[in-house]
C-alpha cells in the first residue's frame, strides 16, 4: 500500500463548496444580544419622543379633543384644536371674540375632588394633553365676549346681543340660532370673561350659571390657551377664522380689548 498517497489524500484541503456552506451556516445564526439592541433603542426612542410631546404639550401647543356641539360650526365633535398656551404668558389677556379653553373649576362646575383614582388621571390626563382623549371633565372651550369692565346686555329690540352699547353681528353663530333666548344685563368683573358657545342654543356657557357663586365668569387665571388652529380633519386643517363682531365695541372703562 503506497502511504505517501495515504497521507497527500489525508492532507488535501476540503471541498470549497463545503467550506462555503458551513461559512454560511455560521452567519446566519441569529445573535440574539444584537437583535435586542434595536428593539430596546426603538423604545427609548419612543419613551423620548412621547416625553419630549408631553412637555411641549404642557408648557407650548396642546391639542384639544372637541367633545360636544356647543361650539358649532366653528368647531366640530371630533375636532382637534391646538391650544397656544403662550398666547397669554407674557402680558397679553384674553380679547373679546378669541375662542379659549379654560378650566371651569369653581365658575362652571363645584371645586369637589375627582373620584378618579390617581394613575388612571395620570393616564387619562396624558392621553388628553395629546388630542387622544377627551379632556377632563372641567374643560371647556368657549367664545370670550365680554372682558373685565364690560356690560353685556342681551337683548337689544332686534334680539342682539350688546357689549358696552354697541350690539354684535355674530356671523359665527349656527345657522337658526338666536344670540340668546336668555336675558341678562351684567357687568363684567376686572380680571373675570364673559364667555359664550357658538351654537348658542346647545351650549351650556355664562348663562347658565348666573345664579351660581361667581355668576358665570371665569377667572382670566384659569384660562388653559387660546385655540388658534385647527388640527383635525386634515381636509379643515389651518387657522381658525377669526370675527369682525366685536370691530364696533369700545372699552369701557378698565376694560381690556
Known amino acids: 500500500m503506497d502511504t505517501d498517497a495515504q ?12 467550506g462555503e456552506e458551513e ?13 435586542s439592541v434595536p428593539w430596546g433603542r426603538t423604545v427609548f426612542l419612543g419613551m423620548l419622543c412621547t416625553a ?8 407650548v401647543v396642546q391639542p384639544f379633543l372637541i367633545p360636544s356641539g356647543s361650539m358649532q360650526p366653528t368647531l366640530r365633535v371630533g375636532d382637534r384644536v391646538l391650544v397656544n398656551k403662550l398666547a397669554y404668558r407674557f402680558g397679553s389677556e384674553p380679547r373679546r371674540g378669541d375662542v379659549v379653553v379654560f378650566d371651569g ?30 379632556p377632563a371633565g372641567s374643560d371647556f372651550v368657549k367664545r370670550v365676549v365680554g372682558v373685565g369692565g364690560d356690560r353685556v346686555v342681551c337683548c337689544d329690540k332686534r334680539g342682539r346681543v350688546e357689549v358696552n352699547g354697541a350690539p354684535l353681528a355674530e356671523e359665527y353663530l349656527h345657522p337658526g ?45 384659569r384660562v388653559i390657551g387660546r385655540a388658534d388652529w385647527l388640527g383635525w ?18 372699552p369701557a372703562d378698565g376694560a381690556h380689548g
Not at 461559512?23 to 437583535?35: E, K, L, Q
Not at 410631546?53 to 404642557?58: E, G, T
Not at 387619562?124 to 377627551?134: I, M, Q, T, V, Y
Open 23 to 35: 461559512g454560511s451556516r455560521s452567519t446566519h445564526v441569529p445573535d440574539r444580544s444584537a437583535a
Open 233 to 250: 380633519p386634515f381636509g379643515r386643517l389651518g387657522s381658525l377664522k377669526g370675527t369682525d363682531a366685536f370691530t364696533g365695541v369700545r
Open 177 to 221: 340660532d338666536r344670540p340668546s333666548d336668555v336675558a341678562f344685563d351684567i357687568v363684567v368683573p376686572d380680571g373675570k370673561l364673559w364667555v359664550m358657545g357658538d351654537h348658542r342654543s346647545r351650549s351650556r356657557d355664562s348663562r347658565d350659571h348666573l345664579g351660581e357663586p361667581g355668576g358665570g365668569m371665569v377667572p382670566v387665571e
Open 105 to 134: 373649576t369653581g365658575s362652571f362646575i363645584p371645586e369637589t375632588a375627582s373620584g378618579e383614582n390617581a394613575l388612571g388621571a395620570l393616564l387619562r390626563g396624558a392621553a388628553a394633553s395629546l388630542g387622544l382623549a377627551e
Open 52 to 59: 419630549a410631546l408631553l412637555l411641549f404639550s404642557a408648557f
Open 7 to 18: 497521507h497527500m489524500e489525508r492532507d488535501l484541503p476540503s471541498d470549497p463548496a463545503d
